[in-house]
């Protein structure tokens, strides 16, 4: 008899980001007051989930969002590295429509292939090292449920390879709201079915607390 088991990727919750810039992989980042009410509202739907195993990205958002589902379930926090966000030029930078960042020509090189990316890691890259903290979670919960805390590129970008579609896409389409799970469906080590939930509801894909 096969087993079922289930991978759930959520999105970190909101980020106290004041100044609006592209905060990637930096240090100092964590939840807004919204962001930790967002944690807790996740924990509380998953509250009766057969879920035994949580791994979360090592960025500090990811580990505050994984906070909740852990106490819950008495459990404790794994970190996995290839949970993180996507790397980026941009880092540091405001890089909304009308900033300097983007307008700046000394920035141009770095905008020429959008369908690699080449500012940044390679969506092939970030479809890959996802997959494989997927299984290893997968392998980890096996039968039961697991949750792995990343953020919003990644999980999206794992989506669509798994769904056979195009990596490079448009920002501004993904469904990934603020503290959303993307639930991977598992018969024994095959994928059967993707499920999407928004229990915080939910969020624009270019708010700056992504």
Not at 44 to 60: F, I, K, Q, R, Y
Not at 152 to 178: A, M, N, V, Y
Request: hydrophobic fraction near 40%; proline fraction near 6%; charged fraction near 25%.
């Amino acid at each position: 008899m096969s087993k079922r088991t289930v991978v759930h990727l959520l999105r970190h919750g909101e980020v106290h980001n004041p100044t609006g810039i592209l905060y990637g992989r930096l240090d100092g980042f964590k939840l807004s007051e919204l962001g930790q009410r967002q944690a807790l509202t996740v924990a509380e739907h998953l509250a009766g989930n057969d879920v035994t195993h949580v791994v979360a990205s090592p960025l500090e958002r990811a580990q505050q969002t994984a906070r909740p589902i852990v106490d819950s379930h008495q459990l404790d926090l794994a970190t996995d590295e290839q949970l993180i966000e996507a790397d980026n030029v941009f880092e540091g930078l405001r890089v909304s429509i009308g900033d300097g960042a983007l307008r700046s020509p000394r920035h141009w090189p770095h905008m020429h292939n959008p369908f690699l990316p080449s500012w940044g890691e390679p969506y092939l890259q970030i479809a890959r090292r996802m997959l494989g903290a997927v299984y290893r979670a997968r392998a980890a919960a096996e039968g039961h449920e697991a949750v792995c805390v990343s953020h919003q590129l990644p999980i999206w970008t794992l989506r669509r390879f798994l769904e056979g579609k195009r990596l490079w896409h448009d920002p501004r389409r993904r469904q990934c709201s603020l503290a959303s799970l993307t639930s991977l469906m598992f018969d024994d080590e095959s994928l059967v079915a993707i499920r999407y939930r928004e229990p915080a509801g939910a969020s624009s894909p270019k708010v700056t607390g992504a």
